[in-house]
């Protein structure tokens, strides 16, 4: 079992900078993708960015030039800095990572999710 864990989701105010960070434990050989995914209220859960390991990045058009993914891939960390942040950035954030188990199983996982709201 590969478990996830957000954190330093929150109250920021519009035109501030808040960071995401996510850490992956468990029977993990290796993590091909991580990324970060939203869902706000009455939405569809929708792609934010996701990243390799070897650092190819995805990005949705919406927060393209506001919004930086990394990782760190010894640690199975990965980091979403988001600046200048909308209202309607307001969602319960979800991370997720692609990978590899030491068995050689593939998995897929996601985290419970951290709520960050934008207020304006």
């Known amino acids: 079992q590969v478990r996830l864990v957000e954190s330093g989701g929150g109250l920021v105010q519009a035109g501030g900078s808040l960071r995401l960070s996510c850490a992956a434990s468990?029977?993990?050989?290796?993590?091909?993708?991580m990324g970060w995914y939203r869902q706000g209220p009455g939405k569809h859960r929708a792609l934010v960015a996701t990243?390799?390991?070897?650092?190819?990045?995805n990005y949705a058009d919406s927060v393209k030039g506001r919004f930086t993914i990394s990782r760190d891939v010894a640690k199975h960390t990965v980091y979403l800095q988001m600046n200048s942040p909308k209202p309607e950035d307001t969602a319960s954030y979800y991370c997720?990572?692609?990978?590899?188990?030491?068995?050689?199983?593939?998995?897929?996982?996601w985290g419970q999710g951290t709520q960050v709201t934008v207020s304006s």
């Open positions: 990243m390799t390991s070897t650092g190819d990045t």
């Open positions: 468990g029977s993990i050989f290796s993590i091909n993708v």
């Open positions: 997720h990572a692609h990978g590899r188990t030491w068995n050689g199983a593939d998995f897929k996982s």
